[in-house]
T-cell receptor, first 114, second 111 residues
Framework: DGGITQSPKYLFRKEGQNVTLSCEQNLNHDAMYWYRQDPGQGLRLIYYSQIVNDFQKGDIAEGYSVSREKKESFPLTVTSAQKNPTAFYLC?????????????FGDGTRLSIL | EDQVTQSPEALRLQEGESSSLNCSYTVSGLRGLFWYRQDPGKGPEFLFTLYSAGEEKEKERLKATLTKKESFLHITAPKPEDSATYLCAVQAGSSASKIIFGSGTRLSIRP
């Protein structure tokens, strides 16, 4: 089945701890994105990658890091520098570079502070 | 500054009661406007892309329209299963990162 798999579904972080959220896709899409969603707010872009071994910061990259070593995988690390990490994290892919190509989303990881 | 605003924040309708959701935008160089549906605890599901003013797209009870300043998502004779949050997003310019999301409209349909 083609799609985007995010894991885990729920994650708890202790103070001072780094945690990594997984995003894997088998859609063969070049572009991948990480968004943060807070209640009552729109999706805010953390990082995006248009090609393997290359990625760019989004609007709220501070306290987060990513890697793109394989086309299929785009893991997000929430570092201890991110002081307010509690949120719903969404990974997306996008096939095609033309105008209007939609994004496709995984089912998210909900991160909470212990 | 590029901006996308959705209204209302929440909407409660009776089953069969038609209505519209609004997405107004201020961006330079619109490349596409997207509508998504999001169920609780899930990722957004793509519904439509609109490219230019005057364009319309339909899917079952949903119809999306676009003008130069806003888009409407019309819901005709809704059913309880249409209850969800509806998100609007806009791609501006040529950069892949410039996809700006609105904060969504929470739609609830009572049987």
């Amino acid at each position: 089945d083609g799609g985007i798999t995010q894991s885990p579904k729920y994650l708890f972080r202790k103070e001072g701890q780094n945690v990594t959220l997984s995003c894997e896709q088998n859609l063969n899409h070049d572009a991948m994105y990480w968004y943060r969603q807070d209640p009552g707010q729109g999706l805010r872009l953390i990082y995006y990658s248009q090609i393997v071994n290359d990625f760019q910061k989004g609007d709220i990259a501070e306290g987060y890091s990513v890697s793109r070593e394989k086309k299929e995988s785009f893991p997000l690390t929430v570092t201890s520098a991110q002081k307010n990490p509690t949120a719903f994290y969404l990974c997306a892919t996008r096939g095609g570079s033309g105008a209007g190509a939609p994004q496709h989303f995984g089912d998210g990881t909900r991160l909470s502070i212990l | 500054e590029d901006q996308v605003t959705q209204s209302p924040e929440a909407l409660r309708l009776q089953e069969g009661e038609s209505s519209s959701l609004n997405c107004s935008y201020t961006v330079s160089g619109l490349r596409g406007l997207f509508w998504y549906r999001q169920d609780p605890g899930k990722g957004p599901e793509f519904l439509f892309t609109l490219y230019s003013a005057g364009e319309e797209k339909e899917k079952e009870r949903l119809k999306a329209t676009l003008t130069k300043k806003e888009s409407f998502l019309h819901i005709t004779a809704p059913k309880p299963e249409d209850s969800a949050t509806y998100l609007c997003a806009v791609q501006a310019g040529s950069s892949a990162s410039k996809i700006i999301f609105g904060s969504g409209t929470r739609l609830s349909i009572r049987p």
